[in-house]
């Protein structure tokens, strides 16, 4: 059985970028629907991978596929708020890089949910892992934190 999880803080993250919520995003309920905190996950990180030139996403000959996803909730969101989203890295493999999240109200230095995504690299006309290019591999590696 494993422990309750905590909520991370902002030094388990190696860098920050703003997410808006949409209005879209709220449910019946009044807030942000959990399956909207994987999509910020995933523009998350492939804003900063597109932002670092790591990877083009229509002529990169290797593209990350997500095989898998995890996410813990503390506290909701609900549109109309900005969310401040934490980058980190905790583990690269030859063909693959487990990014960490958290997201984050204004100015608060505890999650309100944070979770992983797992990219395996493979390459864009086969679909088979390849290792992970330079460009690629350097910038993920920037994005480590001993204590994520």
């Known amino acids: 059985m494993s422990s309750k999880p905590i909520p991370k803080g902002r ?9 808006q919520t949409r209005w879209m995003d709220n449910d019946v309920y009044g807030h942000v629907n959990n399956v909207n905190y994987y999509s910020y996950f ?7 991978l597109i932002d670092e030139g790591a990877l083009d996403i229509y002529k990169s000959d290797v593209i990350g596929l997500v095989v898998e996803t995890q996410c813990n909730y503390f506290a909701s969101f609900a549109y109309p708020q900005t969310i401040e989203a934490g980058l980190a ?4 493999g030859s063909s693959s890089v487990r990014y960490e999240i958290g997201l984050f109200h204004e ?9 992983h995504f797992i990219h395996v690299y493979v390459d864009r006309a086969t679909n088979k892992p390849n290792p992970l290019p330079e460009a690629l591999k350097k910038t993920v590696t920037s994005l480590q ?4």
């Not at 030094?11 to 997410?19: G, I, L």
């Not at 995933?42 to 900063?48: F, P």
């Not at 890295?89 to 690269?92: E, F, G, N, P």
Request: hydrophobic share 40%; glycine share 6%; net charge neutral.
């Open 107 to 115: 100015g608060e230095d505890k999650a309100a949910a944070q979770g």
């Open 89 to 92: 890295v905790s583990k690269i």
């Open 145 to 148: 934190v001993s204590n994520s």
């Open 11 to 19: 030094k388990d993250f190696a860098f920050f970028t703003t997410v």
């Open 42 to 48: 995933d523009t998350v990180v492939n804003k900063h």
